[in-house]
C-alpha cells in the first residue's frame, strides 16, 4: 500500500516537471 502511494507521488513529481517518460519506464 506504501509503495502504491510512493509510486503514485514519484509519478506526480515527474508529471509537474514535465518529463516525457517516467525515470523507471
Known sequence: MFLR???I???A???AQGAPQLPFG
Open 9 to 11: 507521488a514519484l509519478v
Open 13 to 15: 513529481c515527474t508529471l
Open 5 to 7: 502511494l510512493l509510486c
